[in-house]
């Protein structure tokens, strides 16, 4: 993906750039549903930590952590498939130690927002904690 340079020339957009993009279109499709964003970008300390990318609340009081994953193409299973069970170990991880800090847990989900080809795919409970 390309976008244009202050010199009118096209730069490529970095990888970065371009999962920033997604993430924001997956917030915007989650909160037209209804759920409010509690955190973005949440990571968990130390080595083999994990990082959550939108952490939620949704309407019924569920703490919904949302992985969002882009990818251009739905080769290779799409980009739902690339969360895979270390990625999940590691959000699991990461929600966990968010977790701490509240008094009465509340119910909890994980869900994937998988943005192919500019749309949003939301896969709710896509995986356990266990």
Not at 5 to 28: H, M, W
Not at 44 to 55: A, K, Q
């Amino acid at each position: 993906m390309e976008f244009p340079s202050t010199n009118g020339q096209t730069q490529p957009r970095t990888t970065k750039q371009v999962g920033d993009a997604a993430e924001a279109l997956a917030l915007q499709h989650l909160q037209r549903a209804g759920l409010v964003l509690l955190e973005r970008n949440y990571r968990s300390p130390g080595r083999g930590g994990g990082e959550i990318d939108l952490i939620m609340r949704a309407p019924d009081g569920t703490c919904v952590f949302v992985e969002v994953r882009q990818r251009r193409l739905a080769s290779h299973g799409g980009a739902a498939a690339s969360v895979n069970a270390i990625k999940q170990r590691r959000i699991v991880f990461a929600a966990r130690h968010y977790l701490m800090r509240w008094r009465n847990l509340p119910p909890c989900r994980f869900d994937v927002a998988a943005v192919e080809a500019g749309v949003v795919v939301w896969l709710q409970a896509a995986f356990d904690a266990a």
